[in-house]
Protein backbone atom coordinates (compact mmCIF):
# COMPACT_ATOMS: atom_id res chain seq x y z
CA UNK A 1 0.00 0.00 0.00
CA UNK A 2 1.28 3.84 -0.75
CA UNK A 3 1.51 5.86 2.14
CA UNK A 4 -1.70 7.40 1.54
CA UNK A 5 -4.13 4.72 1.62
CA UNK A 6 -1.78 3.66 4.92
CA UNK A 7 -2.65 6.55 6.23
CA UNK A 8 -6.38 5.96 5.84
CA UNK A 9 -6.28 2.70 7.48
CA UNK A 10 -4.18 4.54 10.32
CA UNK A 11 -6.81 6.95 10.47
CA UNK A 12 -10.14 5.09 10.24
CA UNK A 13 -8.63 2.56 13.50
CA UNK A 14 -7.93 6.08 15.27
CA UNK A 15 -11.39 7.13 14.71
CA UNK A 16 -13.06 3.39 15.47
CA UNK A 17 -11.09 3.81 18.83
CA UNK A 18 -12.22 7.88 19.20
CA UNK A 19 -15.59 6.90 18.19
CA UNK A 20 -16.64 5.72 21.59
CA UNK A 21 -15.34 8.60 23.54
CA UNK A 22 -18.65 9.97 23.99
CA UNK A 23 -20.35 7.08 25.03
CA UNK A 24 -17.85 6.06 27.90
CA UNK A 25 -17.65 10.15 28.81
CA UNK A 26 -21.15 9.94 29.04
CA UNK A 27 -21.02 6.76 31.60
CA UNK A 28 -18.09 8.46 33.39
CA UNK A 29 -20.08 11.79 33.92
CA UNK A 30 -23.48 10.54 35.44
CA UNK A 31 -21.54 9.16 38.32
CA UNK A 32 -18.08 11.50 38.54
CA UNK A 33 -17.11 15.49 38.31
CA UNK A 34 -16.79 15.81 34.50
CA UNK A 35 -14.16 18.13 35.04
CA UNK A 36 -12.58 15.43 37.25
CA UNK A 37 -12.98 12.85 33.94
CA UNK A 38 -12.06 16.35 31.65
CA UNK A 39 -8.95 16.77 33.59
CA UNK A 40 -8.44 13.20 35.03
CA UNK A 41 -8.06 11.14 31.86
CA UNK A 42 -5.01 13.37 30.50
CA UNK A 43 -3.08 12.73 34.28
CA UNK A 44 -4.08 9.21 34.14
CA UNK A 45 -2.80 9.10 29.75
CA UNK A 46 0.22 11.62 31.38
CA UNK A 47 1.51 9.03 33.86
CA UNK A 48 1.61 6.12 31.01
CA UNK A 49 3.70 8.34 28.80
CA UNK A 50 6.06 9.02 31.29
CA UNK A 51 7.02 5.10 30.92
CA UNK A 52 6.36 4.86 27.28
CA UNK A 53 8.99 7.53 26.77
CA UNK A 54 11.91 5.94 29.29
CA UNK A 55 11.26 2.64 27.36
CA UNK A 56 11.33 4.30 23.82
CA UNK A 57 14.24 6.60 25.08
CA UNK A 58 13.03 9.25 23.17
CA UNK A 59 15.55 12.08 23.05
CA UNK A 60 13.77 15.49 24.14
CA UNK A 61 11.88 17.70 21.66
CA UNK A 62 13.89 20.67 20.58
CA UNK A 63 12.39 24.08 21.62
CA UNK A 64 10.47 24.42 18.24
CA UNK A 65 8.71 21.40 18.96
CA UNK A 66 8.02 22.11 22.90
CA UNK A 67 5.90 25.05 21.14
CA UNK A 68 4.33 22.99 18.55
CA UNK A 69 3.63 20.33 21.33
CA UNK A 70 1.74 23.03 23.86
CA UNK A 71 -0.61 23.76 20.76
CA UNK A 72 -1.49 20.69 20.46
CA UNK A 73 -2.11 19.97 23.69
CA UNK A 74 -4.25 22.54 24.46
CA UNK A 75 -6.54 21.73 21.83
CA UNK A 76 -6.58 17.33 22.30
CA UNK A 77 -5.52 16.37 26.22
CA UNK A 78 -7.23 19.90 27.68
CA UNK A 79 -9.89 21.67 25.44
CA UNK A 80 -11.74 18.97 23.95
CA UNK A 81 -11.69 16.66 27.34
CA UNK A 82 -13.06 19.25 29.18
CA UNK A 83 -15.86 20.77 26.85
CA UNK A 84 -17.12 17.86 25.92
CA UNK A 85 -17.10 16.42 29.66
CA UNK A 86 -19.04 19.61 30.43
CA UNK A 87 -21.40 18.89 27.54
CA UNK A 88 -22.31 15.00 28.35
CA UNK A 89 -23.73 16.36 31.34
CA UNK A 90 -26.61 17.30 29.36
CA UNK A 91 -27.17 16.21 25.76
CA UNK A 92 -26.94 11.88 24.47
CA UNK A 93 -23.76 11.03 23.32
CA UNK A 94 -25.86 10.18 20.13
CA UNK A 95 -26.24 14.36 20.13
CA UNK A 96 -23.21 15.13 20.78
CA UNK A 97 -21.85 12.52 17.99
CA UNK A 98 -23.57 14.36 15.17
CA UNK A 99 -22.34 18.05 16.20
CA UNK A 100 -18.78 16.85 16.28
CA UNK A 101 -19.11 15.83 12.20
CA UNK A 102 -18.35 19.52 11.66
CA UNK A 103 -14.58 18.07 12.97
CA UNK A 104 -13.35 17.00 9.65
CA UNK A 105 -13.63 20.60 7.99
CA UNK A 106 -12.71 22.09 11.06
CA UNK A 107 -9.00 19.75 10.52
CA UNK A 108 -9.09 20.31 7.08
CA UNK A 109 -9.13 24.06 7.31
CA UNK A 110 -6.75 24.39 10.11
CA UNK A 111 -4.67 22.20 7.80
CA UNK A 112 -4.40 24.59 5.14
CA UNK A 113 -4.06 27.31 7.07
CA UNK A 114 -1.09 26.20 9.76
CA UNK A 115 0.30 23.09 7.33
CA UNK A 116 0.55 23.86 3.94
CA UNK A 117 -1.95 21.77 2.19
CA UNK A 118 -3.92 22.52 -0.55
CA UNK A 119 -7.36 20.45 -1.15
CA UNK A 120 -9.05 20.70 -4.96
CA UNK A 121 -12.23 22.22 -5.04
CA UNK A 122 -13.80 19.63 -5.64
CA UNK A 123 -12.25 18.22 -2.23
CA UNK A 124 -13.84 21.59 -0.31
CA UNK A 125 -17.11 20.47 -2.25
CA UNK A 126 -16.84 17.17 -0.55
CA UNK A 127 -16.00 18.52 2.76
CA UNK A 128 -18.82 21.18 3.20
CA UNK A 129 -21.51 18.18 1.94
CA UNK A 130 -20.30 15.65 4.64
CA UNK A 131 -20.32 18.61 7.24
CA UNK A 132 -23.33 19.99 5.56
CA UNK A 133 -25.25 16.52 5.97
CA UNK A 134 -24.39 15.82 10.01
CA UNK A 135 -24.92 18.83 10.81
CA UNK A 136 -28.26 19.06 9.56
CA UNK A 137 -29.01 15.94 11.24
CA UNK A 138 -27.92 17.75 14.06
CA UNK A 139 -30.73 20.23 13.73
CA UNK A 140 -33.33 16.96 12.44
CA UNK A 141 -32.60 15.49 15.61
CA UNK A 142 -32.90 18.56 17.88
CA UNK A 143 -36.02 19.65 16.29
CA UNK A 144 -34.55 22.93 14.04
CA UNK A 145 -32.49 23.85 16.87
CA UNK A 146 -29.35 23.53 18.82
CA UNK A 147 -28.76 22.23 22.59
CA UNK A 148 -26.65 25.01 24.98
CA UNK A 149 -24.43 22.19 25.46
CA UNK A 150 -23.83 22.64 21.46
CA UNK A 151 -21.74 25.86 22.50
CA UNK A 152 -19.67 23.47 24.67
CA UNK A 153 -19.29 20.69 21.50
CA UNK A 154 -18.32 23.39 19.47
CA UNK A 155 -15.28 24.83 21.29
CA UNK A 156 -14.57 21.44 21.85
CA UNK A 157 -14.47 21.16 17.70
CA UNK A 158 -12.59 24.34 16.79
CA UNK A 159 -9.78 22.97 19.99
CA UNK A 160 -9.41 19.47 18.80
CA UNK A 161 -9.23 20.19 15.32
CA UNK A 162 -6.26 22.64 15.81
CA UNK A 163 -4.38 19.35 17.94
CA UNK A 164 -5.23 17.47 15.58
CA UNK A 165 -4.15 19.37 12.81
CA UNK A 166 -0.47 20.15 15.15
CA UNK A 167 -0.19 16.72 16.06
CA UNK A 168 -0.44 15.60 12.49
CA UNK A 169 2.52 17.97 11.79
CA UNK A 170 4.89 17.28 14.18
CA UNK A 171 4.21 13.40 13.70
CA UNK A 172 5.96 13.39 10.65
CA UNK A 173 9.14 14.47 12.29
CA UNK A 174 8.31 12.63 15.26
CA UNK A 175 6.30 9.86 15.10
CA UNK A 176 3.05 9.74 16.39
CA UNK A 177 3.32 8.01 19.69
CA UNK A 178 5.99 10.25 20.83
CA UNK A 179 3.73 13.43 19.83
CA UNK A 180 0.98 12.35 22.39
CA UNK A 181 3.40 11.35 24.80
CA UNK A 182 5.18 14.31 25.03
CA UNK A 183 1.95 16.93 24.45
CA UNK A 184 0.50 14.86 27.94
CA UNK A 185 3.77 14.67 29.37
CA UNK A 186 4.15 19.12 29.06
CA UNK A 187 0.74 18.33 30.80
CA UNK A 188 1.01 16.64 33.52
CA UNK A 189 2.34 19.35 36.29
CA UNK A 190 -1.25 20.95 35.83
CA UNK A 191 -3.18 18.11 35.21
CA UNK A 192 -2.16 15.94 38.21
CA UNK A 193 -2.22 17.94 40.97
CA UNK A 194 -6.20 19.43 39.56
CA UNK A 195 -7.03 15.53 39.00
CA UNK A 196 -5.75 14.85 42.78
CA UNK A 197 -7.97 18.04 44.31
CA UNK A 198 -10.82 17.16 42.44
CA UNK A 199 -11.08 13.60 43.63
CA UNK A 200 -10.72 14.52 46.52
CA UNK A 201 -13.29 17.06 46.80
CA UNK A 202 -15.71 14.96 44.94
CA UNK A 203 -17.73 12.67 46.98
CA UNK A 204 -18.81 10.43 43.54
CA UNK A 205 -15.01 9.18 43.56
CA UNK A 206 -15.92 7.39 46.59
CA UNK A 207 -19.19 6.18 45.66
CA UNK A 208 -18.81 5.57 41.63
CA UNK A 209 -19.69 2.65 40.71
CA UNK A 210 -17.74 0.01 38.38
CA UNK A 211 -19.80 1.16 35.45
CA UNK A 212 -18.38 5.04 36.04
CA UNK A 213 -14.93 3.78 36.55
CA UNK A 214 -15.03 1.57 33.01
CA UNK A 215 -16.05 5.18 31.21
CA UNK A 216 -12.98 7.08 32.70
CA UNK A 217 -10.77 4.52 31.90
CA UNK A 218 -11.73 4.11 28.68
CA UNK A 219 -11.18 7.58 27.92
CA UNK A 220 -8.19 7.84 29.85
CA UNK A 221 -6.12 4.89 28.47
CA UNK A 222 -7.96 4.43 24.77
CA UNK A 223 -9.51 8.32 23.91
CA UNK A 224 -6.18 9.69 25.59
CA UNK A 225 -3.72 7.64 24.95
CA UNK A 226 -3.69 4.45 21.91
CA UNK A 227 -6.22 5.76 19.92
CA UNK A 228 -3.78 8.97 18.63
CA UNK A 229 -1.08 6.63 18.15
CA UNK A 230 -2.88 5.47 14.80
CA UNK A 231 -4.64 8.99 14.33
CA UNK A 232 -1.38 10.66 14.02
CA UNK A 233 0.61 8.41 11.92
CA UNK A 234 -2.56 8.47 9.79
CA UNK A 235 -2.09 11.95 9.48
CA UNK A 236 1.73 12.06 8.77
CA UNK A 237 1.50 9.43 5.93
CA UNK A 238 -2.04 10.04 4.25
CA UNK A 239 -2.07 14.05 4.80
CA UNK A 240 -4.25 16.30 7.83
CA UNK A 241 -7.22 17.10 5.10
CA UNK A 242 -7.61 13.79 3.48
CA UNK A 243 -7.77 11.72 6.52
CA UNK A 244 -9.33 14.25 8.29
CA UNK A 245 -12.41 13.25 6.34
CA UNK A 246 -12.43 10.02 7.77
CA UNK A 247 -14.06 11.38 11.15
CA UNK A 248 -17.28 12.06 9.08
CA UNK A 249 -17.87 8.48 9.80
CA UNK A 250 -17.46 8.98 13.56
CA UNK A 251 -20.67 9.99 14.17
CA UNK A 252 -22.12 6.99 13.05
CA UNK A 253 -19.85 5.26 14.31
CA UNK A 254 -20.50 6.33 17.63
CA UNK A 255 -24.15 6.30 17.55
CA UNK A 256 -23.70 2.17 16.82
CA UNK A 257 -21.47 2.23 20.02
CA UNK A 258 -24.36 4.45 22.14
CA UNK A 259 -26.96 2.49 21.33
CA UNK A 260 -24.70 -0.53 22.40
CA UNK A 261 -23.66 0.93 25.50
CA UNK A 262 -25.93 3.18 27.27
CA UNK A 263 -29.15 2.63 25.22
CA UNK A 264 -29.12 5.36 23.16
CA UNK A 265 -31.99 4.51 20.69
CA UNK A 266 -30.84 3.99 16.40
CA UNK A 267 -33.06 5.22 14.35
CA UNK A 268 -33.37 4.39 10.63
CA UNK A 269 -32.90 8.20 9.73
CA UNK A 270 -29.00 7.42 11.66
CA UNK A 271 -28.46 4.49 9.06
CA UNK A 272 -29.84 6.80 5.97
CA UNK A 273 -27.45 9.86 6.89
CA UNK A 274 -24.75 6.98 7.80
CA UNK A 275 -24.84 5.85 4.22
CA UNK A 276 -24.88 9.52 2.96
CA UNK A 277 -21.87 10.43 4.49
CA UNK A 278 -20.03 6.99 3.68
CA UNK A 279 -20.50 8.31 -0.12
CA UNK A 280 -19.23 11.64 0.34
CA UNK A 281 -16.39 10.18 2.26
CA UNK A 282 -15.56 7.74 -0.77
CA UNK A 283 -16.00 10.67 -3.04
CA UNK A 284 -14.03 12.71 -1.42
CA UNK A 285 -10.91 10.17 -1.01
CA UNK A 286 -10.76 10.91 -5.25
CA UNK A 287 -10.37 14.38 -4.98
CA UNK A 288 -6.93 15.96 -5.37
CA UNK A 289 -4.71 17.31 -2.06
CA UNK A 290 -1.91 19.01 -2.48
CA UNK A 291 0.50 18.61 0.43
CA UNK A 292 2.65 21.15 1.50
CA UNK A 293 6.44 21.10 2.97
CA UNK A 294 5.00 19.39 6.15
CA UNK A 295 7.54 19.91 9.31
CA UNK A 296 10.96 18.92 8.25
CA UNK A 297 13.87 18.08 10.98
CA UNK A 298 15.83 20.31 12.45
CA UNK A 299 19.45 19.79 11.57
CA UNK A 300 20.44 18.94 14.98
CA UNK A 301 18.21 16.35 15.65
CA UNK A 302 17.80 14.16 12.18
CA UNK A 303 14.81 11.57 11.79
CA UNK A 304 16.77 9.13 12.10
CA UNK A 305 17.73 9.76 16.02
CA UNK A 306 13.92 10.12 16.67
CA UNK A 307 13.06 6.68 16.65
CA UNK A 308 9.58 5.30 16.96
CA UNK A 309 8.18 1.71 18.10
CA UNK A 310 9.01 -0.69 15.00
CA UNK A 311 4.69 -1.60 14.77
CA UNK A 312 4.32 2.10 13.88
CA UNK A 313 7.02 2.94 11.59
Known amino acids: MNHEIRGMWYGFIGVAIFSLTLPFTRMA ?36 QWRRLAVTAAGVVIGFPVFSSLAMQSVP ?35 LTGSGLVIGFALYEGGGSFHAADLALFAAVALAAVGYAEGGRLAQAMGGPQVIAWALVLCLPVLLPLTLWLGWSSGAVAT ?11 VSLFSMFIGFFFWY ?28 LIGDRLEISNLLFAAAVIAVVALGRRAGVRRGGGLAAPASRPLAAEPEPKAFR
Open 29 to 64: VQELNPLFVGFGRGAAAGVGSLFLLWYMKAPLPTKA
Open 93 to 127: ASHGAIVLGALPLATALVGALRCGERPSPWFWLAA
Open 208 to 218: ASARGWLGFAY
Open 233 to 260: KGLALGGIARVAQMQLLQPFMTLLGAAL
